[in-house]
């Protein structure tokens, strides 16, 4: 995963004072982000446990094998789970109230079919290399990857993305074809099951950043012109969120990717994979670069920059409708005096 009057901060707020393009003509108290409170040990236990059989389970399992059995896990959650199915149909029909309701059940059904592949996928990353990635992930455009990430690797880059696709497949596909990503990462509230997505996610060259304190850190990693990832498509509590339009409501949003865009001036790339047809193959799509906006008002800049970087990760949410998590509930904080949406 605090006064409204406050401006909102960023990761950017961590930045080290010997930066000069970190530096404001006011300075601002530095502002931490608060580590997730961890659960119960005897119940964190118990989903560790439950974890890492399925895990093995899956890793058992000859992937393609594997791939199906978590296709119908997906559905299984879809028939099942009704308490995330009724947060997916809402979000739909705040997202698309011109659809029918058949054609919201359908989207989110594959929604969580993807889900339930993503699981399947995760479990078998251990096997990809730098040799047969191809195999599962390729270029859309491979021209424009090599210019784009060429020209990147003079400057470093932040990559604009979300939990859209197979996100962890996606950090591998970087990897693998040239460009690891630093990777913001903040802890889940159960340690053991957060440490091995941790090194899931870094034994292919990535390096997981922990979001708590994260500034100095991601800022040292951009002087070092390494590439920076950072979801922008979850609900942002606390003092961390900027309201800003996400399809037909404010959103509160994380602003630490367009605060970091502000004050490091390196290029925002947004990228994105895309499952083909339902398959364990997919196509790694990169867009053209974000500007963020600069009128001079720091606080003005900051929430119009992550409402434009919210609006281009709306347009791949449009094109690929069931590539996006939807039952995470993307409009829980509400702004002062409106009504809650989940209740």
């Not at 296709?71 to 809402?90: A, F, K």
């Not at 091995?196 to 034994?203: F, Y």
């Not at 605060?259 to 790694?284: M, N, Q, T, Y």
Request: charged share 25%; net charge positive; hydrophobic share 40%.
């Amino acid at each position: 995963m605090a006064p409204e009057s406050s401006p909102p901060p960023t990761l950017a707020d961590e930045l080290p004072d010997e930066s000069a393009s970190a530096r404001r003509p006011h300075p601002r108290k530095k502002k931490l982000i608060r580590p997730a409170r961890e659960k119960n040990r005897l119940v964190a236990y118990g989903e560790y446990l439950l974890f890492t059989g399925l895990f093995s389970f899956f890793r058992a399992l000859p992937f393609r094998v594997a791939f199906r059995v978590g296709e119908w896990i997906g559905w299984l959650l879809y028939v099942c789970d009704w308490s995330h199915r009724r947060v997916g149909l809402i979000n739909l029909a705040l997202a698309f109230p011109e659809k029918s309701e058949t054609e919201r059940r359908a989207i989110l059904r594959e929604s969580m079919l993807n889900l339930g592949r993503l699981i399947a996928e995760f479990c078998h990353l251990h096997t990809l290399t730098k040799d047969n990635i191809a195999e599962r992930v390729r270029l859309a455009n491979p021209e424009y990857w090599r210019a784009l990430t060429s020209t990147c690797q003079e400057t470093g880059a932040l990559i604009l993305t979300g939990h859209f696709g197979n996100w962890e497949l996606s950090g591998y596909a970087h990897a693998y074809y040239g460009f690891p990503l630093h990777i913001v990462h903040r802890r889940l509230r159960n340690p053991l099951i957060d440490n091995v997505i941790v090194q899931v996610r870094e034994q292919c060259g990535n390096k997981v950043i922990r979001k708590t304190g994260a500034g100095i850190e991601v800022f040292r990693a951009i002087r070092q012109k390494a590439f920076v990832v950072a979801a922008v498509d979850q609900n942002a509590s606390g003092r961390m969120g900027v309201f800003v339009p996400f399809f037909s409501r404010l959103a509160s949003t994380s602003g630490g990717l367009a605060g970091l865009a502000l004050a490091s001036g390196v290029p925002v790339i947004p990228a994105f994979l895309v499952r083909e047809h339902g398959s364990w193959r997919h196509r790694l799509e990169v867009r053209p670069p974000v500007e963020p906006v600069r009128t001079g008002d720091q606080e003005t800049d900051l929430r119009e920059t992550t409402a434009k970087f919210t609006a281009v990760f709306q347009q791949i949410i449009e094109q690929y409708p069931d590539h996006w998590l939807w039952i995470h509930k993307r409009w829980k904080r509400r702004p002062e005096g409106e009504e809650p949406i989940y209740s």
